[in-house]
Nanobody, 125 residues
Framework: QVQLVESGGGLVQSGRSLRLSCAAS????????MGWYREAPGKEREMVAS???????TYSDSVKGRFSISRDSTRNVVYLQMDNLKPEDSAVYYC???????????????????WGQGTQVTVSS
């Protein structure tokens, strides 16, 4: 069973840092594009950062220069380093994995799209 397990959220003061971690099942991590999304009360879920299996990264404009996404393929973990946090960064942060995987000996592939349970990040002013 595929699992994404986030950790590292908490309550911090504005200007401080946090690092989120997402441990993924080995069966998907190698080929997945891993992403971090967030959802604040009353707002839609938005993409924060993503990293492909080839380590190509993408960031939302609101976090560029402050957040950094990385992946450790030896541990099947993706990280989100969040520096200079602001109150507007407060949200539930979700880990996401998208990609395709082989499902039979003929090489047929199916798409997958998995989400973690979320971790709360609260930044006080």
């Amino acid at each position: 069973q595929v699992q994404l397990v986030e950790s590292g959220g908490g309550l911090v003061q504005s200007g401080r840092s946090l690092r989120l971690s997402c441990a993924a099942s080995r069966s998907i991590f190698r080929t997945a594009t891993m992403g971090w999304y967030r959802e604040a009360p009353g707002k839609e879920r938005e993409m924060v950062a993503s990293i492909t299996s080839g380590d190509r990264t993408t960031y939302s404009d609101s976090v560029k220069g402050r957040f950094s996404i990385s992946r450790d393929s030896t541990r099947n973990v993706v990280y989100l380093q969040m520096d200079n946090l602001k109150p507007e960064d407060s949200a539930v942060y979700y880990c996401n994995a998208v990609g395709t995987r082989v499902v039979n000996v003929e090489g047929a592939r199916v798409r997958f799209d998995y989400w973690g349970q979320g971790t709360q990040v609260t930044v006080s002013s």
